[in-house]
């Protein structure tokens, strides 16, 4: 008798509980049923030579050897790069006079460099071409004795 006293919300609760339960038994039955690779041949792959993942195996012709002692791994040191320019020029692209910072493109490889009110010698706006030194700060490179050039 207790069934007849379901609502229809416990019902439907009921009805999706029990697709669910033989949706995810079909799907056991289809994994155990289908076809998996049993050898480790069909699981082997292999890296040719631009770096790209093949199932074939790499030609022994094209084969190079590679010595231990020229792998580098990790980041070079910032002794290892070369030493820049100590002075260099740029053009201001963005500067705020009240929040006391911008940017100045670098006129050699084009990126972006911020610059902080404390670190120019005279007052600088928008578009002046100006020289200055690189620093590495606290979150990237950073300009630093800014001068105007005239």
Do not use: C, W
């Not at 094209?62 to 070079?76: A, F, L, M, W």
């Amino acid at each position: 008798m207790g069934r007849s006293q379901e609502s229809f919300q416990k019902k439907e609760v009921r009805n999706k509980k029990e697709k669910k339960r033989k949706e995810k038994e079909a799907k056991r039955l289809a994994r155990k049923d289908g076809d998996k690779p049993n050898s480790l041949d069909d699981m082997i792959a292999y890296v040719d030579e631009n770096g790209m993942i093949t199932d074939t195996p790499p030609d022994p012709d094209k084969k190079t050897e590679i010595k231990v002692e020229d792998i580098v791994i990790g980041v070079p040191k910032d002794a290892d790069l070369e030493p820049e320019d100590a002075v260099r020029k740029g053009i201001v692209t963005f500067f705020n006079q009240s929040k006391g910072f911008g940017f100045i493109r670098d006129g050699q490889s084009g990126e972006s460099l911020f610059v902080h009110i404390n670190n120019i010698t005279e007052p600088i706006v928008e578009g002046n071409s100006v020289s200055y030194e690189m620093e590495r700060g606290p979150k990237g490179m950073m300009a630093v004795n800014v001068k105007v050039n005239r």
